[in-house]
């Protein structure tokens, strides 16, 4: 279980955080080679009821700064428990970033130990901001850390939107993977996104890859990095 009582964060925010009750899984990102991991996505776990159910219930309540405090303070805790020492990934709203105050006591508390070693991952909901977009690359870049486009081809995450966002790398959703080795749509589609994302100097990474004839083509169209159940499960 994730706690937040001992955090240099205000009254109020500490008082909301104390209402959840979180742990976090981890599914590593792996390298072309299938062993080597690039990355830990740090994927939270409600105890009482779905992740799904959990962001519904704070989007409603039009209160997502709470679970994006929540996730990034969360997640850095427990991927520093773990022990890890590639970089790890952390989703944040696309609508919502920390204030001020909250990243300064975020890179005061965690120091050096999240220096070049974080990717923040824009989810695709509930809304895309560009103001909090700017506000929250130049605060994650100047620590040296990453920034993602997550789930490409669903929501809004499309290439209108990378264009805009310059992330560092870009994740292509299961939609676009799933049966790629026998789809010749999608084997099209997904070579002139290599080809594109690559010319802008962007890492890809395939999502949900689960089966190992997907893997192998995958790696032979010249994908960077791989995520999945075929490779393994978050745990």
Known sequence: MIYYDHLPLDKEIIEALRELSIN???QPIFQPDGKTVFAWEALMRPTEKTVLELINEYIEADNT???EVATLFGAMQAYILRGYTERV???SFPNDCLRQDEADAFWEYFGDSIRNRMIVENLEYPYFSYEIWLEK????RSMGNLLAA????SGINDMERVDVMKP???KLDRELISGIDHDSVKQNDVTRLVLDFHSKRMLVVAEGVEEKEEFDYLVGLGVDLFQGYYLARPA
């Open 24 to 26: 976090y899984v981890f």
């Open 168 to 170: 560092d790398i870009v």
């Open 89 to 91: 990934c952390v989703n």
């Open 150 to 153: 997550d789930d490409f081809g």
């Open 137 to 140: 690359s130049k605060s994650v």
């Open 65 to 67: 700064h709470v679970l």
